[in-house]
């Protein structure tokens, strides 16, 4: 029997986390509530596409795996980042109070079905429904990584 039948993708949750941990699309489907959203972006190069989607919130699955931050404290989580990576290195951030439930609470997710097709073998895809554009439903998830946003770094001296 092909190995490639039975393939399955899974990602890494990283960073400031007292949890990291590997997840693969079935893990995301088994524990946590599943939610659906049917979604519309626009694409530069392939114009509008429509799409139904199932998964648990980004942020429950995150919460899982024990960010750092206190959670009772709005201006503690106010400070941190997520950047989600994909198979082909395409990556985004997201903040994290664009899917917190006290600040814009998007109902990000992290699919495990896409128009009734399981993403067993291709790896999860964010979906964020808020966004107009698609550039941002990264596909084939191979990293999550949360942490604080440090601002003041200086850039190269010119
Ligand atoms: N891993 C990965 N995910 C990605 C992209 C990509 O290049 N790599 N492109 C994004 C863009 S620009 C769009 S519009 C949507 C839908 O693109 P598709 O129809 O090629 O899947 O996927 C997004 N997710
Ligand atoms: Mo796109």
């Known amino acids: 029997m092909s190995r ?3 393939h399955t993708r899974r990602f890494a949750l990283r960073g400031e986390l ?13 524990g ?10 626009d694409c ?18 995150v919460i899982g795996a024990g960010p750092a931050f206190d959670l009772r404290r709005r201006k503690d989580r106010s400070r ?11 990556h985004t951030v997201l903040s ?3 899917i917190d439930a006290d600040f814009t609470n998007t109902p990000v997710l992290l699919a ?15 979906v964020v ?13 191979t990293s999550i990584w949360i942490g604080q946003a440090i601002p003041g770094q200086q850039g190269p001296r010119r």
């Open 4 to 6: 490639l039948s039975t």
């Open 18 to 30: 007292l949890r990291p941990t590997t997840l693969s699309v079935r893990d995301l489907r088994e």
């Open 32 to 41: 946590w509530e599943q939610h659906r959203t049917e979604v519309s972006f």
């Open 44 to 61: 530069a190069s392939k114009g509008p596409q429509g799409h139904f989607f199932e998964g648990p919130l980004l942020r429950e699955v």
């Open 80 to 90: 941190y980042l997520l950047a989600v990576t994909g198979g082909d290195g395409h």
């Open 96 to 98: 994290w109070a664009e």
């Open 112 to 126: 495990t079905r896409m128009d009734g097709r399981p993403l067993d073998s291709d790896g999860s895809q964010l």
């Open 129 to 141: 429904p808020s966004d107009r554009c698609g550039a941002r439903y990264i596909s084939a998830i």
